[in-house]
């Protein structure tokens, strides 16, 4: 075992009883790995809009306001009412943070499997994260190849399984081409890679042209800008071309993922061979997967009634895909790390230095394009 410190820095998130949210760090006593665990010292982790979701919840930003504790910044915000009926259930309990990373095993259990990885550099899923240190089981680990970069592995679970898990899950429903939203993050640029690998007709819903021409360049053939006054009739007309009847929305809030229904449902009744008052009998289903816009979702009912609208978290998917599809999935990400699945960062910042004040609302602002990667151990 490597000489540790004594205690491991963790931040934690805590909403108070009185309609506070309060982000700090905190020192733990080291953990020591069971039998079938490794101790990880975290060389990076990626700021996923999921665990923005963890780390401010239902906070009013506008709000937040710094201090320090132990010589330690601590991040404190008030929560309005929506927002503590929202978070209810964790009201009291002060939760880690993080839901992937990258390091090196620095200590290992004495089962086989543990002793395995001793050495070895990881990625991993399992949350708590955001610390020096990470206790976890083996199956919670990725194995990378000798020289790995950590920024490389630091984004191998959350956006690589999810862009293979959109279509994988267009397969299994029996659709055969896939719209997405926000499709110039680094979620989308690896789903353009691998639909285009794969042979997937794929319509990407960007908001600006320089997302328009990244997308371009990355070989993207149906590409929308949301900010056309005509967006509406090239989002139809891409449809018509490739025949999507499913799509997935990073958004959320607002009236895109209506839109994409309306406009599936348009493409549907285009191929009609007779008129029905209750619209196509073509199916159409949009899953909403983030919270870009926290507002209402708008539907404007247009797109008959053959259609669905749901919600899509990565962790069901994979527990229904089963034992030999994720193995499946995990293998394809660390044979493509550096070229389909490669994640670009636009800020590398310390573990502290994420609870900097103007550090947070930049962050937190989620613009595309921009991605924090915290490097716990510099």
Same mark, same amino acid.
Request: aromatic fraction near 6%.
């Given at each position: =075992?490597?000489?540790?410190? $004594?205690?491991?820095?963790?931040?934690?998130?805590?909403?108070?009883?009185?309609?506070?949210?309060?982000?700090?760090?905190?020192? %733990?006593?080291?953990?020591?790995?069971?039998?079938?665990? &490794?101790?990880?010292? /975290?060389?990076?982790?990626?700021?996923?809009?999921?665990?923005?979701?963890?780390?401010?919840?239902?906070?009013?930003?506008?709000?937040?306001?710094?201090?320090?504790? $132990?010589?330690?910044?601590?991040?404190?915000?008030? /929560?309005?009412?929506?927002? =503590?009926?929202?978070?209810?259930?964790?009201?009291?309990?002060?939760?880690?943070? +993080?839901?992937?990373? @990258?390091?090196?095993?620095?200590?290992?259990?004495? @089962?086989?499997?543990?002793?395995?990885?001793?050495?070895?550099?990881?990625? =991993?899923?399992?949350?708590?994260?955001?610390?020096?240190?990470?206790?976890?089981? &083996? +199956?919670?680990?990725?194995?990378?190849?000798?020289?790995?970069?950590?920024?490389?592995?630091?984004?191998?679970?959350?956006?690589?399984?999810?862009?293979?898990?959109?279509?994988?899950?267009?397969?299994?429903?029996?659709? !055969?081409?896939?719209?997405?939203?926000?499709?110039?993050?680094?979620?989308?640029?690896?789903?353009?890679?691998?639909?285009?690998?794969?042979? /997937?007709?794929? &319509?990407?819903?960007?908001?600006?042209?320089?997302?328009?021409?990244?997308?371009?360049?990355?070989?993207?053939?149906?590409? /929308?800008?949301?900010?056309?006054?005509?967006?509406?009739?090239?989002?139809?007309?891409?449809?018509?071309?490739?025949?999507?009847?499913?799509?997935?929305?990073?958004?959320?809030?607002?009236?895109?993922?209506?839109?994409?229904?309306?406009?599936?449902? &348009?493409?549907?009744?285009?191929? =009609?061979?007779?008129?029905?008052?209750?619209?196509?009998?073509?199916?159409?289903?949009?899953?909403?997967? +983030?919270?870009?816009?926290?507002?209402?979702?708008?539907?404007?009912? !247009?797109?008959?009634?053959?259609? !669905?609208? @749901?919600?899509?978290?990565?962790?069901?998917?994979?527990?229904?895909?089963?034992?030999?599809?994720?193995? %499946?999935?995990?293998? %394809?990400?660390?044979?493509?790390?550096?070229?389909?699945?490669? @994640?670009?960062? !636009?800020?590398?910042?310390?573990?502290?230095?994420?609870?900097?004040?103007?550090?947070?609302?930049?962050?937190?602002?989620?613009?595309?394009?921009?991605?924090?990667?915290?490097?716990?151990?510099?």
């Amino acid at each position: =075992m490597t000489d540790l410190p $004594d205690t491991n820095l963790v931040m934690l998130t805590l909403v108070k009883p009185e309609g506070e949210l309060e982000v700090f760090f905190e020192r %733990r006593p080291m953990p020591t790995p069971k039998p079938h665990e &490794v101790l990880v010292k /975290v060389h990076a982790t990626p700021i996923n809009p999921s665990d923005l979701g963890l780390l401010f919840g239902g906070a009013d930003m506008s709000t937040a306001r710094a201090s320090t504790r $132990d010589g330690l910044p601590v991040i404190t915000a008030d /929560v309005p009412p929506p927002g =503590m009926r929202a978070m209810s259930g964790r009201i009291g309990e002060a939760l880690p943070i +993080g839901n992937e990373g @990258s390091g090196v095993v620095v200590a290992a259990g004495d @089962s086989p499997e543990a002793q395995a990885l001793l050495g070895k550099t990881v990625a =991993m899923l399992g949350g708590e994260i955001y610390a020096e240190y990470r206790c976890l089981p &083996v +199956g919670m680990c990725l194995p990378l190849p000798d020289g790995t970069d950590p920024a490389d592995g630091a984004s191998c679970f959350v956006n690589p399984l999810t862009s293979q898990a959109f279509v994988e899950t267009m397969r299994m429903e029996g659709h !055969s081409a896939i719209v997405h939203t926000a499709a110039a993050s680094n979620l989308g640029q690896m789903l353009v890679k691998i639909c285009a690998a794969d042979g /997937v007709p794929l &319509v990407n819903i960007v908001r600006s042209e320089a997302q328009v021409k990244l997308l371009k360049d990355l070989g993207a053939e149906h590409i /929308v800008n949301s900010s056309d006054d005509d967006f509406q009739d090239k989002l139809i007309a891409a449809i018509v071309e490739t025949g999507a009847t499913l799509g997935f929305d990073a958004i959320g809030g607002g009236k895109l993922a209506g839109q994409m229904l309306a406009a599936m449902e &348009v493409a549907a009744v285009k191929r =009609m061979a007779t008129y029905s008052r209750y619209g196509s009998d073509t199916f159409k289903q949009v899953y909403i997967y +983030g919270a870009l816009d926290l507002g209402p979702t708008i539907l404007n009912r !247009s797109f008959g009634l053959t259609w !669905s609208l @749901s919600g899509f978290l990565l962790t069901p998917f994979l527990q229904k895909a089963g034992a030999e599809v994720v193995g %499946r999935l995990r293998q %394809r990400v660390v044979d493509e790390l550096t070229t389909t699945f490669k @994640s670009h960062y !636009s800020h590398d910042i310390s573990l502290t230095e994420a609870l900097d004040l103007e550090v947070a609302h930049a962050y937190n602002a989620k613009r595309t394009g921009e991605k924090y990667l915290i490097r716990p151990n510099g």
